[in-house]
């Protein structure tokens, strides 16, 4: 059964028959989840897995210990008098692109959080991205027509410049997303999954445009050209 935690927040607990085969395991990795240790339901049950190694972003950890004031609640901050889940646990540090085990990659998309990775997992299907909250669904790969963006951004961020650039290159590395609140997603065993669709990487849409790298060939050279007398 799930249970609500003694905060007013509800933590959704693993089942526990889930937890128990999961701790038979000889070798667990972790990334809380998808390299975010910034709330607290990215960080629950974490020592549940008690084979596992913790891996996360070097700025994602030193914001955790030392969250600015807004993010007290949100880091549950001993100043609040909360003990955060990763209490004591030993993380480690990543500040780049890493393949923390073969086939499996942890990359830079901050913006939803200061030091957000995605993970990449190499499979004989394709690559997956791990997005966890870097996009929330996978419609938001998407245009939003009524704003003519080229994707359907999520507004969940510390950072709105920084999380664009995160959603396109999740979109220049992704034959499959796995966000965390895609319902679609849903629980199973191997990925990708029977009838989960493989996308289109950074696929072109008339009227939508790009905004890292997609400026009009020429236009460098033409404005080069303008300032010669």
Same mark, same amino acid.
């Given at each position: 059964?799930?249970t609500?935690?003694?905060?007013?927040?509800?933590?959704?607990?693993?089942?526990?028959?889930?937890?128990?085969?999961?701790r038979?395991?000889?070798?667990?990795?972790?990334?809380?989840?998808?390299?975010?240790?910034?709330?607290?339901?990215?960080?629950?049950?974490?020592?549940?897995?008690?084979?596992?190694?913790?891996i996360?972003?070097?700025?994602?950890?030193?914001m955790?210990?030392?969250?600015?004031?807004?993010?007290?609640?949100? !880091?549950?901050? @001993?100043?609040?008098?909360?003990?955060?889940?990763?209490?004591?646990?030993?993380? &480690?540090? +990543? %500040? *780049?692109?890493?393949?923390?085990?073969?086939?499996?990659?942890?990359?830079?998309?901050?913006?939803?959080?200061?030091?957000?990775?995605?993970?990449t997992?190499?499979t004989?299907?394709?690559?997956?991205?791990?997005?966890?909250?870097?996009?929330?669904?996978?419609?938001?790969?998407?245009?939003?027509?009524?704003?003519?963006?080229? !994707?359907?951004? @999520?507004?969940?961020?510390?950072n709105?410049?920084?999380?664009?650039?995160?959603? &396109?290159? +999740? %979109? *220049?590395?992704?034959?499959?997303?796995?966000?965390?609140?895609?319902?679609?997603?849903?629980?199973?065993?191997?990925?990708?999954?029977?009838?989960?669709?493989?996308?289109?990487?950074?696929?072109?849409?008339?009227?939508?445009?790009?905004?890292?790298?997609?400026?009009?060939?020429?236009?460098?050279?033409?404005?080069?050209?303008?300032?010669?007398?």
């Amino acid at each position: 059964m799930r249970t609500s935690s003694r905060r007013a927040e509800i933590h959704l607990q693993t089942d526990a028959e889930y937890m128990a085969a999961k701790r038979q395991l000889q070798y667990q990795f972790c990334t809380c989840p998808a390299g975010a240790i910034h709330t607290w339901d990215h960080v629950q049950n974490m020592k549940e897995f008690k084979n596992a190694r913790y891996i996360a972003p070097k700025a994602e950890i030193e914001m955790a210990y030392n969250p600015l004031p807004l993010y007290y609640r949100t !880091y549950e901050s @001993p100043v609040l008098g909360i003990e955060p889940a990763y209490n004591g646990c030993a993380f &480690e540090m +990543i %500040d *780049k692109e890493t393949e923390v085990l073969p086939g499996i990659t942890m990359f830079p998309t901050p913006g939803h959080s200061v030091g957000y990775m995605c993970v990449t997992v190499a499979t004989t299907g394709g690559d997956i991205v791990i997005c966890g909250d870097a996009i929330f669904e996978a419609r938001n790969l998407e245009p939003n027509e009524d704003e003519k963006w080229r !994707y359907w951004v @999520p507004a969940r961020f510390v950072n709105s410049y920084e999380g664009w650039k995160s959603v &396109e290159e +999740i %979109d *220049k590395r992704a034959d499959y997303v796995l966000p965390c609140h895609d319902i679609e997603c849903g629980d199973h065993e191997v990925y990708p999954f029977d009838g989960m669709k493989k996308r289109d990487r950074r696929k072109f849409i008339p009227g939508y445009n790009f905004y890292f790298g997609d400026m009009p060939p020429g236009t460098a050279r033409a404005s080069e050209d303008s300032h010669e007398d």
